[in-house]
């Protein structure tokens, strides 16, 4: 029977982590033939991509039987790895330290059995969020959430005063009968799990806090908004959203209100909101009226969709609406279409489009984006690479990637939308692509999750006893918990800043807001004060 070899990463905390440096271990098991590569570090999988490994490795390798030096070769980032023999029959070698947050990979092969290629990621520098807020008694509270355990002493030290209760290993809260003033700075230099550190950040104010706010910073800081970006901005008929418009107006490429509605027979309900239009008018803002298919009906749709008269009516509509004085163009918001009609919506867009563009007017057409080879009864029916062809402009519609019917989470994760542009911009021209943003709060609790502005939301999360504002790392959403198990996920200016830079980094034109008056007012000062203009 040939031996079974065992290849044992030992990866050793660089600092300490509390009061002892802990030790992963890592074990690569080789077996002949059927070439079964098994992976634990510290009793967890360890895979194929792994970005938390430590940055100083052991290599230890071992078999049933004594092995000599000669049985296995390694190699670290094609470097040669001296493997020397222990006292146990295994061979061992040692690596220098690697830096946070750097690639490689190691090779490992025993000849004639089995060769293995495992790459991976040194862990990065802790990401950590501070958030101070006036608790519903006017306690202030700090909440200090870490994705990565950091040393709690050193944590503590550089926190002034207060009560302290660590209420899990990655989260630190503390209060004061009053705001202690001065200013909260976290270390490079505070050591974390994993052989990390933390990484640097901004200072947070401890001065006072109006109730029902948060201050908060988070490290690292999201990168700088994008410079001159389209900004489609989506108005329903409420006073904030008007007022919205008309405070914001210079800030804003497009508005688009709401109130139109396209039946069955192609015929279209409603108007757009008046108030809004006059603002907008006033302002020299361009006007895009959205047009939704009514009640987001499918059987409704399909049966206008798949009726000739009914698709030349409706374009013959809208081609009306578009040259209306300060118009230009429409966008087209049809949602719930079945997969079925998906070649029937791809071809009254193409009508549309042609249509509008006889005229000189545009056409946006807002979508339901496609994760990386995956479509669902929400995406399927837009065919991306057809729509893109007919329409001026495609927003994607990402969010909702929690709501009513999930369990509480981002409404818009940054590593959901992520993988949305994965899937989304090889079937789009990115340079006609708008990233649509959520500007709506949802709270989970036992009536329901409704959608909320982002003021009236975390003031009555706040408001609750227990409140704890906590951190989604891979979303970069911020959240509170309150004690009675209700969970609130919100976007303010920084968590949105942290998604407005996947519009330069995957040249995306812009982005588009849903919906204006649910803001945070600090959204604002991330964007030009003066939008370009179509």
């Not at 895009?288 to 298919?293: A, D, F, R, S």
Request: glycine share 8%; hydrophobic share 45%; charged share 15%.
């Amino acid at each position: 029977m040939p031996r079974r070899v065992a290849v044992y990463l030992v990866a050793v905390c660089a600092v300490a982590c509390g009061s002892a440096a802990p030790t992963a271990t890592a074990t690569v098991s080789l077996r002949p033939t059927t070439g079964l590569l098994v992976v634990t570090t510290g009793g967890a999988a360890l895979t194929d991509g792994a970005n938390d490994v430590p940055p100083t490795l052991d290599l230890r390798v071992s078999a049933s039987d004594p092995l000599a030096v000669q049985d296995v070769s390694a190699k670290l980032d094609g470097n040669g790895l001296d493997l020397r023999a222990d006292t146990t029959g295994g061979l061992v070698a040692a690596t220098k330290a690697m830096p946070l947050g750097s690639a490689h990979h190691l090779d490992l092969a025993v000849p004639g059995r089995d060769e293995r290629t495992l790459a991976f990621h040194v862990v990065s520098p802790a990401q950590w969020m501070a958030a101070l807020h006036a608790d519903s008694t006017q306690a202030t509270v700090l909440d200090i959430a870490f994705d990565l355990a950091p040393d709690h002493p050193s944590v503590e030290r550089a926190v002034p005063g207060g009560a302290r209760t660590w209420v899990d290993d990655r989260h630190l809260e503390v209060t004061w009968s009053r705001a202690p003033g001065g200013s909260l700075s976290l270390a490079e230099s505070i050591p974390a799990a994993r052989g990390s550190h933390l990484s640097a950040g901004p200072v947070l104010d401890l001065r006072a806090v109006p109730v029902g706010s948060i201050r908060r910073v988070t490290a690292p800081g999201p990168p700088a908004p994008p410079t001159g970006p389209l900004v489609i901005a989506f108005s329903v008929g409420t006073s904030a959203s008007r007022n919205s418009v008309a405070a914001h107006a210079d800030q804003i490429s497009v508005v688009s209100p709401t109130g139109l509605t396209a039946a069955a027979d192609g015929s279209l309900d409603g108007a757009p909101d008046a108030p809004t239009v006059a603002s907008a008018l006033t302002h020299r803002l361009p006007v895009w009226p959205l047009v939704q298919n009514h009640g987001f009906d499918p059987a409704a749709t399909s049966t206008l969709l798949h009726d000739a008269t009914a698709v030349a009516r409706l374009v013959e509509a809208l081609r009306g609406v578009a040259g209306r004085a300060g118009f230009g163009g429409v966008q087209l918001d049809f949602e719930e279409v079945l997969t079925a009609d998906k070649d029937a919506l791809s071809a009254l867009i193409g009508k549309l489009g042609a249509a509008l563009h006889k005229d000189g007017h545009l056409l946006a057409v807002d979508v339901v984006p496609h994760k990386p080879g995956s479509l669902n009864v929400h995406s399927a029916a837009y065919d991306l690479q057809a729509i893109a062809a007919a329409a001026d402009l495609v927003t994607l519609m990402a969010y909702e990637e929690h709501n009513p019917g999930t369990v509480p989470g981002p409404v818009a994760g940054l590593d959901w939308d992520r993988q949305l542009l994965a899937g989304s911009i090889p079937d789009l021209d990115s340079g006609r692509t708008l990233l649509g943003l959520p500007l709506y709060t949802r709270t989970w609790s036992t009536t329901g999750a409704p959608a909320d502005a982002y003021a009236a939301a975390v003031g009555d999360a706040l408001g609750a006893p227990g409140a704890r504002v906590d951190y989604d790392f891979s979303g970069a959403t911020p959240l509170i918990h309150a004690a009675a198990g209700a969970v609130t996920y919100f976007d303010d200016a920084q968590s949105l800043q942290a998604k407005m830079a996947l519009v330069p980094e995957d040249k995306l034109t812009g982005i588009a807001v849903w919906r204006l008056g649910f803001e945070d007012p600090a959204l604002w000062t991330l964007l030009p004060q003066s939008a370009p203009r179509i």
